[in-house]
């Protein structure tokens, strides 16, 4: 069974960091380019940035391009989501998703709020 799950949401304040993770599982995760999406209320989903299966190459969205970084682990089937100099604007629910394929997380929210 295809698992994603993400964790490491939560609440930061402007300028702060976090830094998401997925655990994947149920599939063969280094074949698989990965994405970082968000939602925010009232928005439609948002490709954040998103890596390719063995990391090689990334790329961002340009909200947020110089702040975030996405990174990922094959030996622990996980990708990362750093996220620096936060703004209020970021906060959303975040997910991760096997590019070209319906496995999704169920989301990790980040609120970004003094």
């Known amino acids: 069974q295809v698992q994603l799950v993400e964790a490491g949401g939560g609440l930061v304040q402007p300028g702060g960091s976090l830094r998401l993770s997925c655990a994947a599982s149920?599939?063969?995760?280094?074949?698989?380019?990965m994405n970082w999406y968000r939602q925010a209320p009232g928005k439609e989903r948002e490709l954040v940035a998103s890596?390719?299966?063995?990391?090689?190459?990334?790329n961002y969205a340009d909200s947020v391009k110089g702040r975030f970084t996405i990174s990922r682990d094959n030996a622990k089937n996980t990708v990362y989501l750093q996220m620096n100099s936060l703004k209020p604007e970021d906060t959303a629910v975040y997910y991760c998703?096997?590019?070209?394929?319906?496995?999704w997380g169920q989301g990790t929210q980040v609120t970004v709020s003094s």
């Open positions: 998703n096997a590019k070209g394929t319906f496995y």
């Open positions: 149920g599939f063969i995760f280094s074949s698989y380019a």
């Open positions: 890596i390719t299966s063995a990391g090689g190459r990334t």
